[in-house]
């Protein structure tokens, strides 16, 4: 039987967590080990997740780190398939099913869920449908899709690279050479917030500029702090 861990990094999510945590709820119950890893926050994360989460972790800033800092403490409490979700995203009821069922029948090692951005926009619409396409095309997946990848999978990749942006791209660039991601149908919900706060359009320029920006050499730390600026 899979022993399923979900890792959650997260950093003044204090208007999203409880939320997040609570449509977990069930697959907690069906033994799904549920770890947040909070990255300084200064608002009331961490004691609004500590009664919906198996552990609550204090790690330094920044997503990959907290991330591999999670995935540290779900495999040393024994979980063998570890789910990156965002604090802002609600997975489908089934998920722990339905990863057990796509890596079963793909044979492969790692894989996401289709994601449908939760907002008023019709042009998310067309968004979400194509990261899912682009993804189905490419083999890289994104954090919105809440990868999951096995123990031994993970090991042997080193983890998420220590950069400040682009990690869950990073690191897909490197599982598809072990295996190709499985791909479930069924939809992770995230948060439109951003899309909103800074507008449909402006985001998808910025968001795929900084994806041009990757696969052409630059620096993630410049990237990062440009993503902070334009916020």
Partial sequence: MMRLAVVVPVLNEGDAIES????????????TRVVVV??????ATVALAKPLADRVLQSSRGRAQQ????AQTA???GADVLLFLHADSALPDAADGLIETALR??????????VRIDAEAPMLKVVSAMMNWRSRLTGICTGDQAIFVTRRAFEQLARFAPIALMEDIEFSKRARRI???AAIG?????????????????????MWSFRLAYFLGADPRRLAQRYRDAR
């Fill in 105 to 114: 029948t793909s044979g492969g090692v790692w894989g996401r869920f289709d």
């Fill in 186 to 206: 069924a939809r992770v919900r995230t948060s439109g917030r951003r899309w909103q706060r800074h507008g449909v359009w402006r985001t998808i320029v910025l």
């Fill in 67 to 70: 991330m591999n800092d999670g």
């Fill in 38 to 43: 909070d990255g300084g926050s200064d608002d």
């Fill in 75 to 77: 495999i040393e409490s």
């Fill in 179 to 181: 295996s190709w991601p």
């Fill in 20 to 31: 997040t945590l609570a449509r977990m709820q069930a697959l907690r119950a069906r033994g």
